[in-house]
């Protein structure tokens, strides 16, 4: 029998403040992106943005719908933007942050698993990891860089890209 312990690695920030220029402005997008966020029925609003190669800036929200799970994560809603209309303007950074009325936030939202395995295809497709931000807002901030920090048993089968 082998045991094995995975550790994963991130920087906390105590505040927006602590980031250099780029990464405040990179947040500062995704709380924009959170306007136009279509959650009438969990009333959770979720921005991401993506800073671009080119310096180019992708938002993306979270857009529910009646038919429940017709709806979309934020970051999805950003990543498959940028799949559809700029793969070939790597993805740098990610941004995301969250708000509700309903209550306080005090911790940075993490990713639901679906959204991770989407940068981690992404990452493979451009050959780059992404810098993620989780932005909480008034409160710490999360950083790494690399999907597999925060989802280290993605799925990818190389022989399945490789026909
Ligand atoms: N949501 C996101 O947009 N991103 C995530 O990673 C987790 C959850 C959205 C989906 C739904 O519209 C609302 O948050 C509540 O789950």
């Known amino acids: ?4 312990e995975i550790k994963i690695a991130f920087t906390e920030y105590n505040s927006l ?6 990464d405040q402005i990179i947040c500062r997008e995704a709380v924009k ?5 279509h959650s009438p029925y969990s009333k959770f609003k979720v921005g991401a943005a993506l800073l671009l190669e ?7 929200s979270n857009q529910e719908n009646a038919a429940y799970p017709s709806g ?8 498959f933007n940028w799949g559809a209309n700029h793969p070939d303007d790597p993805i740098q ?3 995301i942050t969250a708000h509700t009325d309903n209550f306080d936030i005090l911790k940075p ?3 639901c698993g679906s959204c991770l395995q989407v940068m981690a295809e992404y990452e493979k497709k451009q050959g780059a990891p992404l810098k993620i931000i ?16 925060f989802l280290p048993f993605m799925f990818f089968e190389e022989r399945l890209v490789a026909q």
């Open 17 to 22: 403040a602590e980031l250099d220029t780029a």
């Open 1 to 4: 029998m082998i045991k094995h």
């Open 134 to 149: 989780l932005y909480c807002i008034d409160g710490p901030v999360w950083v790494t860089t690399g999907v597999a920090s």
């Open 33 to 37: 992106a959170m306007e136009h966020s």
């Open 54 to 60: 080119s310096g180019k800036v992708i938002r993306g």
């Open 109 to 111: 939202v993490t990713p």
């Open 72 to 79: 979309l994560c934020a970051e999805r809603t950003a990543l």
């Open 93 to 95: 950074t990610i941004a």
